[in-house]
């Protein structure tokens, strides 16, 4: 017989995924449950230390509880907080980057300033990955649900731009004769679209396991907004989305996008923000952080070079180093459309940076991927001590992890969250530490 139990909402867990106690302190996780609210659950499996259940009634609800926008939200997985009114999500955020800060980081009282939110939280995303699905002989759109490769058919996202919605309902029309992947052992596995939302820019890419000759039937003008369609062949297994090999279909194999009155040249693999609007005020706090007038920019983990040539246009200098050599080449590509010859970059380890440059930066960047800085870099960061860090992060326990290790030289002044994936658990940070002078 399962085993049903009272709980009480306590926390969402970093999947969404809502964590509960039951009256004599054991955990499960709830999905969907809020913090806050109680009820009836049916534990489906027991993990020893905590258990996972399933909501069977609420007991009692949260007034923070609101409806999904998304008429497949509870089955999709894509988003994790549309049942959660947006005020509360931003509270949320902002506790979870305190807590980590405290928690994980070893900081009493951290100053964390309120979070920055977004006027319209909706419709913001100006990239989507969407799988291609197939019901009644027609190719569907959307997302896998959890832990399957069952597609979830939708006809528009609500968190993608409608750019990305408009461009995607014209060309899976386009695509007919062609079959799933997934579902009907056909070719067609992925379709990727980005837009530039200040440009009114759109590129495809049409993800295949082998060439197909439809291709040579695709009109990208009939796109809205389309500058190009990219074909890429990806006849791997696993769950990557985009292979290696790809060529351009029609038109060009790029994008451009305007931030913080920068241009940028995005191609189908080039890492780009999801979140043009709330980029502008995450880079907007690390330019004010940095004061980067005047002074020498070490910008480490560069990507395309976006954070590096927004300082470009204050700093003395600016150096990007990225160890993905494409990266780099668009980040220079992106300093020469935008004029500046202030910035280098360099296609290095981010723990050889500092052997390529013979002085010390005055303000050392750090934009890491969610795992954070490797030790080895933070040991070259203390050895090598400049006078300001400013870190911008993706992951609240991975940032106050990497925040420990840096205290034993820097001094936490003040961290700000910014609400960059918006309905989702994820949040971004940026954090301004200076060094101790002794």
């Not at 069952?150 to 386009?174: F, G, W």
């Amino acid at each position: 017989m399962d085993k049903i139990v009272e709980v009480q909402g306590v926390d969402i867990s970093q999947e969404g995924q809502g964590i509960a106690k039951t009256q004599d302190g054991y955990t499960v996780f709830v999905p969907f449950l809020l913090p806050g609210e109680k009820g009836q659950v049916k534990i489906i499996k027991d993990e020893g230390s905590f258990g996972r259940g399933e909501l069977l009634e609420w007991t009692d609800k949260t007034s923070d509880r609101v409806e999904p926008r998304c008429p497949v939200y509870h089955e999709c997985g894509g988003c994790q907080l549309q049942h959660l009114s947006y005020e509360a999500q931003l509270n949320w955020k902002e506790k979870k980057v305190r807590d980590s800060l405290i928690r994980i980081g070893g900081l009493q009282n951290p100053k964390v300033k309120p979070i920055i939110g977004m006027e319209e939280p909706w419709y913001y995303r100006n990239r989507g990955q969407f799988a291609i699905g197939e019901q009644e002989g027609k190719l569907t759109w959307g997302f896998f649900a959890p832990r399957s490769h069952s597609v979830i058919a939708i006809d528009k996202c609500p968190i993608h731009h409608r750019y990305v919605n408009e461009a995607m309902q014209t060309l899976v029309t386009q695509l007919e004769g062609l079959h799933s992947y997934f579902e009907a052992r056909g070719s067609l596995r992925h379709i990727s679209m980005r837009c530039g939302i200040n440009t009114e820019e759109v590129l495809a890419t049409i993800v295949l396991s082998e060439p197909t000759n439809k291709k040579s039937k695709l009109n990208y003008q009939a796109v809205p907004r389309a500058v190009g369609i990219v074909e890429n062949i990806n006849k791997s297994r696993n769950s990557k989305i985009l292979g290696e090999k790809e060529r351009t279909i029609c038109g060009q194999n790029y994008l451009e996008e305007k931030l913080l009155n920068l241009r940028f040249r995005i191609s189908s693999q080039s890492f780009f923000q999801n979140n043009t609007l709330q980029t502008e005020k995450l880079y907007q706090k690390a330019l004010e952080y940095a004061e980067p007038q005047g002074k020498k920019i070490l910008d480490l983990y560069s990507g395309i070079g976006s954070i590096t040539l927004a300082m470009a246009t204050k700093a003395k200098e600016a150096v990007g180093v990225e160890i993905v050599k494409a990266a780099v080449k668009d980040a220079e590509l992106n300093a020469k459309l935008n004029g500046l010859s202030n910035v280098r970059f360099y296609a290095l380890d981010a723990a050889n940076a500092f052997k390529q440059e013979s002085t010390t930066p005055d303000v050392l960047v750090l934009d890491p991927p969610r795992k954070g800085v490797e030790n080895r870099v933070l040991e070259s960061i203390l050895d090598l001590a400049p006078k300001t860090i400013v870190y911008v992060s993706c992951n609240p326990d991975t940032l106050a992890r990497d925040i420990r290790i840096l205290s034993s030289k820097y001094e936490f002044i003040e961290a700000t969250p910014v609400d960059v994936f918006t309905q989702t658990t994820h949040v971004e940070t940026v954090v301004l530490m200076s060094r101790v002078e002794k």
